[in-house]
């Protein structure tokens, strides 16, 4: 052991202590195992909760000891004796005395679980601490609680599998000693062991009533993973959730849980169909999912049916283009079950078959083809059609259509549809172009060339078909040629190309690649898109990335945030396993998304190998992750973002906890007032501290100084960002970045320091959306997004990502310079 140290433990020797920071950290790393044990024998003597000097000196000794430790990585060579030091704690009072203040051994134990937890990714030293770390739930210190909440949600990322077995420690502190924030933790562990939380749900729920509104949310997200799994266990508590339906911040977590309860069985809701329909009506944003539960009852009977259809048809005029295809095909599945409902509604439907959607073109033409039908089985339609210039009553009950063909009826070898001319004559009737549209979904995927002629050659075919007059008979199917010159034109079979060597590697792996990016997604974020950027050396990949909650305070609604990578290469080949892992079919490098990333490969002249190469070689492996994920703690993406596990998918703070915003805003704008400390000074080295009382209101920062009054406008700040010196440290500071200056302050704890962080990001982002947004259309992308990313569980969707090669255009201006 260090001398130093030796004679600090030995003798005590207070004066001595704070020397042992001048010691370098490599000449007493190899000393620290021992230290510990050393600072382990003075905290379990007795005389140590009452001889003050001892807890100053172990005090000491342990931030010196902890500080080396993070300093020299060495936490894996220590972790064992720190246990040891951690176990020793529990066997004493923690407990708050009656002045409020920590005993001694709890200082201890804080200090040292501060300093594990920061290494949470590390598998070997969870393994050591959190059999006893969980131990500190128990211990009625309401504060140390709170911090290994915390921790543990920390740990829960990389160690879910550990925490799992530490289950039944973790729900009996939170249902009998009321910590409700360990629901984030319940939330990350419920897929490693279901059955001790399904057991526990009544109990759950009960917690609802005394938690604030971060926990509520909490809570409501593992009901929503509950009720993915076994929705019946929250049959009975329907009562005491459907309360929340009328907070607009709850509703968006409670409306998912409801769905899919319906989905296996809708005949709860029906007591509670009036309060869904007037969540709907106060609350437009929620019309989507509000038709989904009740087009689930809908379908139990007639009577509901008709009812829901009629309500549906009567919210079709205030459903924006992302929401009018879902309330029809609600619509359309609760008149497949009650044909009869439908035709009374037809009039008021076909109306919106103009809007110019494709996906509601098509689903009115099949509501019209559903309404037809019924109206077939219980009258006989006569219809006229020109036979070589004469008419003919032709009764049909069905006309079958061969794939890639438009229906004709046919008598004897003459063609019930036929023209000699360019021009049909006044009595042909032609197919609608909505129909053609529902005709064409047959088509699939397939090339469609124009015939040189301008001429269609069409195959149909005729079941119970007779003429007017005549008796009703079966007859085989009889194909027949007729051509027309209508300019429609049919796809024609083509040589399927020899797949190449993507396509094929895509194929071999499909289901490894879709599994792989599930597991990915969960740790690390997909940029939506990437693009060229130019430096003084040479090139460089910019990534951008985008909130996919997309909430009312978004933070990032309209923008990117927008990250330089050094790591292009990992980068690159992780969006193309998402573009593959999104899409049905494996992908080819003619796909324009896997030319764009192929085309961005090009332009950056990476040095590792060609495109190919790179995409069809084995998966990034978990030490490339671990780059990612440092990459992304430097430029502070987590203190904005986080991942949503009921959603499945990554979202700004405001959009994950949405609650944040009545504590942050007020009359819609970010508020906070309250004393900081500001680091002055003209040399690093004789900076100090000055106090500050500093008010944010909407797009103002105020400031005293020197019996006055300061002002910096939130739209000259383009970064906030905290100080923190590990990856999870816990930081008291933050800095306020300019075009021209830099500013520190300092706030009383890690608590206000957040919530002041959190109110100038909300300011910021709102001054940088007045902004005008250049050289990108961004509202074309984000149409695109809403029809391509319905209904996806999670991340960006084919078409979303995207790689643009540029070194001018298709860039959107930085509004996260320099993080």
Known sequence: MHELFNQVLSERDLS???DLFSLEDKDIEADLTEVIHRI????KADSYLINSNDQSVVEICINRVTAAIRETGSIEKHAPALVTLLDTCLKNNLQPTSKE?????????????SCVFLNYNKKLVMEHTLPIAVRFLQQGNRELSHNMSSYLSLAA??????????IYTILDSMVYHKNKSLARVLLQIYSENKDPIHDHIPKLVQLLRESDASETVSLLQLFGLVAKDRPKLLETFLPQLSVYLSVPSMSPVVLPIFVDMAMTSPEPFVNHVTQLKQTAEQQPANLGQVAQVLGAVGKIDKTHGKDIVAWLVCQLASA?????PLLLREIKAIAESFPSILPDHMVTISKYSDTGALSVQIVIQQLRDLSNKRSASTSTREINFPLTGSSAAVTTSTVTSLSGSIAMVTSGSNSVLHSTSGTPSSSSRLPSVSQILTLSQSFGDRPTPIPPTGHVTSVATITRTTVAGSKAQDRKPMPTVSTTTMPTYIGQ????????AVQHFCEKHLDKIKTYIDNVSARLPIPIKAVKGETKRKPCCKLNFICFGQGQNCLYNDTFFIMKTKNARIWIHLMFLAIQARSQKAVCQQDPSVGNLKALWDSLKLDR???VRLVTSSFPSTKDQETLLHELHSIRYFDVFEFNALEKHWACFLCNHPEKALGLMEDGLPVIEGKLKEKKGKWKIFKRWKTRYMTLSGATITYNKKDATASLPVNKIHTVKAVRKGMRDIPKAFEIFTNDQTYVFKASDSKHAEQWVQCLQIAVARAQKQEKVTDFDLENWAVQRQTQCHGASMGPSTSAIAAVASTGSGKVKNTQTKL
Do not use: M, Y
């Open 320 to 324: 924006d283009n992302h929401t009018l």
């Open 101 to 113: 203040e920590d005993p001694p051994h709890t200082k201890i134990a804080s200090d040292v679980l």
């Open 609 to 611: 190998g060609n495109f």
């Open 493 to 500: 079979p083509q040589a399927i190309p020899f797949p190449d």
């Open 157 to 166: 990322i990389d160690n879910a599998r550990l925490l799992a077995d530490q």
């Open 16 to 18: 001595k202590a704070g």
């Open 40 to 43: 382990n024998d003075i905290a």
